[in-house]
């Protein structure tokens, strides 16, 4: 296959379709237990074009058993951190080295634009990495000087080291595969742990070539180890497994709940980075067209499918026809198209069930009395498209403004104050983002605090950094990812106290 919906593939991205998928537990690429497999579709076409193993709890136990092996023995557990910090530096050069071919492979199995996973996807893997690699060398404890009251005839000495959690169980999303995947992947190896990496069954490609890489660079046998099948199945018996210490997963706050119970059972250590319903907050003296176009990128980039998604616009009074225009104008000019045409600017959904469940938002809202400004249907052709949509004539107790679509869709609202924003914003389950676009610094810092969100942006949105902390208040979940926090989650602390 040279070319894909007329575009001319790169000959890594042939090879690596060409050839027949399998999961890689230890060393060995291997096919499900079962012998089943599942397809995997292109959201453009709606066809299928690959597929890989269903792997099931057998399987998982297989995978674990590889990471305990690497865990307690053999070359890993030896390494020194800078070792770990000169692995990753080198996967990160390869992933680097091969970004053309993994953003084919993003774009194919999940339907974004190649020019955005290439430049943003795949550019922002290679610097998490790289950014991880440096705590490798940078973990450390304290020592104190105790008191030890009641015996006070010895000394004691006292100090705390922070040492791997062990093996780690990853389960993540279908809307940023491989960033996802580097997330879960990068901290756990720079401290020393071993994985199991369940990625979504609707994409599951990128994550079985970026361990194709990992071996590559030369991480030992069962230090990273992928299980692909479906949630219900690998994910779930991966959640639940005695043999792991910690998960780690990224998804719906539905089925975050219910990983979170299956770690409990255990006592696993758990995080959890879940949805989102995020608004987007235009005051008085906000410029117009910057506003416009920024509310448009927080929820039409990566086609509304981000757990951070600006996907609440609240806009001062004043100025609410404005913003809703320029909003409206752009979203009506965006191409939709397959995401392996770097002229589209809105891809196809990831499947058509997700299809299905935007779409059927914009009917409960249509139902409820909300109004289209612009788009409100599917886009045309045989694949999961649904037109960029911004929603009029909303209430704070629709569904539509009340539950997370992940999908192309604002519902946009007028306000009147800042308290009165500031609790329709926290209005919510939610915490996971916000935004707020003014020039008048004094009113933006004012607002800040009142804002139930892990993170708040000013002027932008969607905007993220390695060293800053990524993770949400409230029911956006447990834990955060990125910056120095992210180590906490891998790690266990150990007080050691010594008499002399």
């Given at each position: 296959?040279?070319?894909?919906?007329?575009?001319?593939?790169?000959?890594?991205?042939?090879?690596?379709?060409?050839?027949?998928?399998?999961?890689?537990?230890?060393?060995?690429?291997?096919e499900a237990a079962s012998g089943e497999t599942l397809a995997v579709v292109?959201?453009?076409?709606?066809?299928?074009?690959?597929?890989?193993?269903?792997?099931?709890?057998?399987?998982?136990?297989r995978a674990v058993a590889a990471a305990r092996r690497a865990f307690e023995?053999?070359?890993?557990?030896?390494?020194?951190?800078?070792?770990?910090?000169?692995?990753?530096?080198?996967?990160?050069?390869?992933?680097?080295?091969?970004?053309?071919?993994?953003?084919?492979?993003?774009?194919?199995?999940?339907?974004?634009?190649?020019?955005?996973?290439?430049?943003?996807?795949?550019?922002?893997?290679?610097?998490?990495?790289?950014?991880?690699?440096?705590?490798?060398?940078?973990?450390?404890?304290?020592?104190?000087?105790?008191?030890?009251?009641?015996?006070?005839?010895?000394?004691?000495?006292?100090?705390?080291?922070?040492?791997?959690?062990?093996?780690?169980?990853?389960?993540?999303?279908?809307?940023?595969?491989?960033?996802?995947?580097?997330?879960?992947?990068?901290?756990?190896?720079?401290?020393?742990?071993?994985?199991?990496?369940?990625?979504?069954?609707?994409?599951?490609?990128?994550?079985?070539?970026?361990?194709?890489?990992?071996?590559?660079?030369?991480?030992?046998?069962?230090?990273?180890?992928?299980?692909?099948?479906?949630?219900?199945?690998?994910?779930?018996?991966?959640?639940?497994?005695?043999?792991?210490?910690?998960?780690?997963?990224?998804?719906?706050?539905?089925?975050?709940?219910?990983?979170?119970?299956?770690?409990?059972?255990?006592?696993?250590?758990?995080?959890?980075?879940?949805?989102?319903?995020?608004?987007?907050?235009?005051?008085?003296?906000?410029?117009?067209?910057?506003?416009?176009?920024?509310?448009?990128?927080?929820?039409?980039?990566?086609?509304?499918?981000?757990?951070?998604?600006?996907?609440?616009?609240?806009?001062?009074?004043?100025?609410?026809?404005?913003?809703?225009?320029?909003?409206?104008?752009?979203?009506?000019?965006?191409?939709?198209?397959?995401?392996?045409?770097?002229?589209?600017?809105?891809?196809?959904?990831?499947?058509?069930?997700?299809?299905?469940?935007?779409?059927?938002?914009?009917?409960?809202?249509?139902?409820?009395?909300?109004?289209?400004?612009?788009?409100?249907?599917?886009?045309?052709?045989?694949?999961?498209?649904?037109?960029?949509?911004?929603?009029?004539?909303?209430?704070?107790?629709?569904?539509?403004?009340r539950e997370e679509i992940f999908g192309p869709v604002v519902v946009a609202?007028?306000?009147?104050?800042?308290?009165?924003?500031?609790?329709?914003?926290?209005?919510?389950?939610?915490?996971?983002?916000?935004?707020?676009?003014?020039?008048?610094?004094?009113?933006?810092?004012?607002?800040?605090?009142?804002?139930?969100?892990?993170?708040?942006?000013?002027?932008?949105?969607?905007?993220?950094?390695?060293?800053?902390?990524?993770?949400?208040?409230?029911?956006?979940?447990?834990?955060?990812?990125?910056?120095?926090?992210?180590?906490?989650?891998?790690?266990?602390?150990?007080?050691?106290?010594?008499?002399?």
């Amino acid at each position: 296959m040279e070319r894909y919906h007329g575009q001319l593939l790169s000959e890594g991205t042939r090879r690596f379709l060409a050839r027949p998928q399998r999961m890689l537990i230890g060393a060995e690429w291997v096919e499900a237990a079962s012998g089943e497999t599942l397809a995997v579709v292109d959201p453009a076409s709606g066809e299928k074009f690959a597929g890989v193993p269903a792997g099931g709890a057998a399987d998982i136990d297989r995978a674990v058993a590889a990471a305990r092996r690497a865990f307690e023995s053999g070359d890993w557990p030896k390494m020194r951190p800078v070792d770990r910090e000169r692995l990753l530096l080198k996967f990160a050069d390869l992933v680097e080295a091969n970004a053309q071919e993994l953003a084919e492979i993003e774009s194919l199995d999940n339907g974004k634009p190649v020019m955005m996973a290439r430049h943003v996807d795949v550019a922002l893997v290679v610097d998490f990495l790289r950014y991880m690699a440096g705590w490798a060398t940078k973990i450390e404890g304290s020592t104190m000087d105790v008191s030890v009251p009641i015996i006070r005839d010895r000394e004691f000495f006292g100090f705390t080291r922070r040492q791997p959690v062990g093996v780690v169980g990853a389960i993540i999303p279908w809307n940023f595969p491989l960033l996802m995947a580097a997330w879960k992947v990068a901290p756990a190896l720079a401290t020393g742990c071993t994985m199991v990496l369940k990625p979504a069954e609707e994409t599951p490609l990128s994550a079985l070539r970026f361990a194709e890489l990992a071996l590559e660079a030369g991480y030992p046998e069962g230090v990273l180890n992928v299980v692909t099948g479906l949630g219900h199945t690998a994910g779930a018996a991966l959640a639940s497994h005695k043999g792991v210490e910690k998960v780690a997963f990224t998804g719906s706050t539905e089925i975050g709940k219910l990983v979170g119970k299956a770690a409990l059972d255990n006592m696993t250590r758990v995080s959890l980075e879940l949805g989102g319903k995020s608004p987007v907050i235009v005051l008085d003296d906000a410029d117009i067209s910057t506003a416009a176009a920024g509310a448009a990128q927080a929820i039409f980039f990566n086609q509304g499918q981000v757990c951070t998604a600006g996907s609440r616009l609240f806009v001062h009074k004043s100025r609410f026809d404005e913003v809703v225009e320029g909003l409206s104008g752009i979203a009506a000019g965006m191409k939709l198209g397959a995401g392996i045409d770097p002229t589209t600017q809105i891809g196809p959904l990831v499947s058509a069930t997700q299809q299905k469940r935007v779409l059927g938002y914009i009917e409960s809202g249509f139902a409820e009395g909300a109004r289209a400004a612009t788009g409100g249907a599917a886009g045309e052709g045989a694949g999961y498209f649904v037109k960029p949509t911004v929603l009029v004539d909303t209430t704070d107790d629709m569904k539509v403004v009340r539950e997370e679509i992940f999908g192309p869709v604002v519902v946009a609202m007028p306000y009147d104050d800042l308290d009165e924003v500031a609790r329709r914003a926290n209005d919510t389950p939610y915490g996971l983002a916000a935004s707020i676009w003014s020039n008048d610094l004094s009113r933006v810092h004012r607002l800040i605090p009142k804002i139930q969100a892990g993170t708040v942006w000013v002027n932008c949105h969607n905007i993220l950094d390695n060293a800053m902390p990524f993770g949400g208040f409230k029911q956006s979940g447990i834990g955060r990812e990125m910056g120095r926090a992210v180590l906490d989650l891998y790690t266990e602390s150990k007080s050691v106290i010594m008499a002399l």
